[in-house]
């Protein structure tokens, strides 16, 4: 039997390559996006194709965290979910004093609150199978915070927190919970940097260059595949950043 791999955030630079990793491990593959849900079906079409493999997709606002919950019980079904993948994440760059509430509170939404969406509908299946796999995507500013970040740094803490404590509840039904906390990745969501900014946070990193999406991935398939008593950590793929 293959397994199901659910993944938010998959049209993302980090979202596609996870699921491109998974496809590649022929699992079957159900996508969440927020609202591109042409790019994501013509992925999904040439990921099915090339690996003759099951890809469904599904377009899911996290912004109303009530309402994406009964949408993703929806979207699986009575599927059971091998590896729920939590990816999706927006990003605020500006001083804290510069944001409004509304930015606030849908930043909490997109990247905490779709754990509570995602978790609350497929964890009672995993429970009752005795079985399954999560895995968080947080971020190093959730381990050590970012100036003209607080509200993404505040939210990839909680994610950290999120997932030790789920950890801790989960493990009698032998479902380990991670995280994997990337630092600087070459993806969209960082081209609000400047050449000479992206120059001086490579001078930073040890390895002195960004990381890969594929990188981040190939870190979460692996991940996936580690023993059910690897949980509750944090792992960072930073190059040695932080």
């Known amino acids: 039997m293959n397994t199901n791999v659910l993944i938010t955030g998959a049209t993302g630079g980090i979202g596609s390559a996870i699921a491109l990793e998974f496809a590649k491990a022929h699992c079957n593959l159900f996508l969440v996006c927020n609202s591109r849900i042409d790019e994501l079906d013509e ?9 003759e493999i099951e890809v469904f997709t599904a377009s899911i606002n996290f912004s109303d965290t009530e309402a994406a919950k009964e949408s993703l019980k929806d979207f699986i079904g009575t599927t059971g979910i091998d590896i729920l993948i939590n990816n999706a994440g927006i990003s605020f760059v500006g001083v804290f004093q510069d944001m409004n509430v509304t ?7 997109i990247n905490l609150n779709s754990l509570y969406a995602t978790c609350s509908a497929i964890v009672p299946i995993m429970i009752k199978n005795q079985s399954g796999r999560i895995i968080n995507i947080s971020s190093v500013w959730g381990n050590v915070g ?60 040890p390895m002195g260059r960004a990381g890969r999406p594929d990188e981040v991935a190939k870190a979460v398939v692996k991940l996936a595949e580690m ?8 792992i960072t793929v930073d190059g040695g950043w932080t």
Request: a negative charge; proline letters at 5%; one cysteine or more.
């Open 103 to 109: 930015q606030w509170t849908n930043m909490v939404n």
């Open 146 to 205: 970012a100036s003209c970040e607080v509200a993404y740094s505040a939210t990839k803490g909680g994610i950290n927190a999120f997932t030790k404590a789920l950890a801790k509840e989960l493990a009698m039904s032998g479902i380990p919970v991670n995280a994997i906390a990337p630092g600087y990745i070459d993806t969209p969501m960082n081209s609000h940097l400047s050449e000479d900014e992206i120059v001086e946070l490579c001078d930073e990193i």
């Open 227 to 234: 023993p059910a008593y690897l949980t509750g950590q944090i």
């Open 43 to 51: 992925f999904a079409d040439r990921l099915s194709s090339a690996y």
